[in-house]
Structures are given as C-alpha cells and as structure tokens.
Nanobody, 116 residues
Framework: QEQFVESGGGLVQPGESVRLSCVAS????????MAWYRQTPGDERRLIAT??????????RAVKGRFTISRDDTRNKITNVYLQMNSLKPEDTAVYYC???????WGQGTQVTVSS
C-alpha cells in the first residue's frame, strides 16, 4: 500500500526558508505526477504544487516564485519529493502533505509554522 512520510517542518520566522522532504513508497511512483498539499485548521487540504514525471512543475499563485518542488525517483520504487520553501510568510503556516496527484492515502504531514 502507498505510504508517505513527510518531514522537515518546524517553527520559522517570516522571510526564512525551509525544505520539506517526503518519502513515497509502496508502489512505483516513477510514472505518477507528485504533489504537495497543505491544510490549515478548519479548512480542506489544498493542492499547492505539482511535478510531472518529466520534471515539469506548477504552483498555485500564492506560492509561485517562492516554493520549488522537486523529485528523485530511485530504482527501488521509492520516490523522494521535496519542497523548497523560501521567503516564508505567516499565511504559509499549515500542515504540509505529499501524495501522488489524485491519490487518497495520506501520511501524517509535517507542520510548518511561520511566526515572529
């Protein structure tokens, strides 16, 4: 079964950077578009960044130019997905999750809190 383990979150100040990591396992994700989502209390989980097998990436307007998604598909059917987050703002505070695009199995997520 698909598993996602996110890490790298924490408490940071506005303007700082954080790099999130995700280990995706349980199936061959090398042919799947991968994505990062985020969720704040009382809101639904929202898609913020995607990356295709070929490395084409896309972002919501709120994070474009500040966040960069990347991936590393290994030979043993583990895909690592990263999210470099720069120039962080308080409104980026959320729990961040990775998944394949359209996937329904979720990991624990990693909390990012941006506050002075």
């Amino acid at each position: 079964q698909e598993q996602f383990v996110e890490s790298g979150g924490g408490l940071v100040q506005p303007g700082e950077s954080v790099r999130l990591s995700c280990v995706a396992s349980g199936r061959d994700f090398s042919a799947s578009a991968m994505a990062w989502y985020r969720q704040t209390p009382g809101d639904e989980r929202r898609l913020i960044a995607t990356i295709t097998l070929g490395g084409s990436d896309d972002y919501i307007r709120a994070v474009k130019g500040r966040f960069t998604i990347s991936r590393d598909d290994t030979r043993n059917k583990i895909t690592n997905v990263y999210l470099q987050m720069n120039s962080l703002k308080p409104e980026d505070t959320a729990v961040y999750y990775c998944n394949r695009l359209g996937g329904t199995a979720w990991g624990q997520g990693t909390q990012v809190t941006v506050s002075s």
